[in-house]
């Protein structure tokens, strides 16, 4: 047996169980459906209501209900909330002898400076300031001087050689274009 022929029987192996898997897979599946073993779907089983009368009895309606019995759940307990304390004012000496529990904080004579503000402030701009000057000024920028008309000339370009596909040509005259 060739290594193609290999191949191609092990391929033919594998698709053949794949299906035979799948088959068998949409046969249980298909079993299951028609016996109702749907999990968490019940089916209604219908109870007579008028048991003197029988369903195919004088008055030709019957009657049926649809029962589902399922797994109860269970309540959640309720919690009782804490009731607010009730506080009251700490009198001044219960205060000052909180106080003397913490530690004097140190000070430096370096650590008590003024507050310092800047030497200048700068004042807000004042609306209504009028710029005499024109937008945009009429003084215009150097022209570039007068070129010769004569035959047009190519200074550079690119790409240069044999290339299969150019995807950018630049080309660069003596005269403005």
């Known amino acids: 047996m060739t290594e193609n022929q290999k191949q191609s029987f092990d391929q033919r192996f594998v698709l053949a169980l794949a299906v035979i898997l799948l088959l068998v897979v949409c046969a249980v599946g298909l079993v299951l459906w028609s016996k109702g073993g749907r999990p968490g779907v019940t089916t209604p089983v219908p109870i007579n ?13 019957s ?10 759940q ?10 607010p304390v009730t506080g009251e004012l700490l009198s001044a000496e219960e205060i000052q002898s909180i106080f003397s529990r913490l530690p004097d904080l140190p ?6 400076v003024e507050f ?35 035959p047009l000339q190519v200074l550079r370009f690119a790409p240069e050689g ?16």
């Open 74 to 83: 269970s309540q959640p307990q309720a919690v009782e909330g804490l009731s």
């Open 107 to 112: 000070t430096g004579y370096g650590e008590q």
């Open 63 to 72: 009657y049926s209900i649809g029962v589902e019995l399922s797994e109860g």
């Open 116 to 150: 310092n503000l800047p030497p200048e402030t700068l004042l807000p701009p004042q609306p209504g300031n009028t710029i005499g000057e024109t937008f945009p000024p009429l003084e215009t920028g150097p022209v570039p001087g007068q070129v010769e008309a004569g």
């Open 49 to 61: 209501v008028n048991a003197t009368e029988s369903p195919s009895g004088g008055q030709g309606d």
């Open 162 to 177: 044999e290339i299969p596909i150019a995807p950018f040509v630049s080309v660069t005259f003596d005269q403005p274009m």
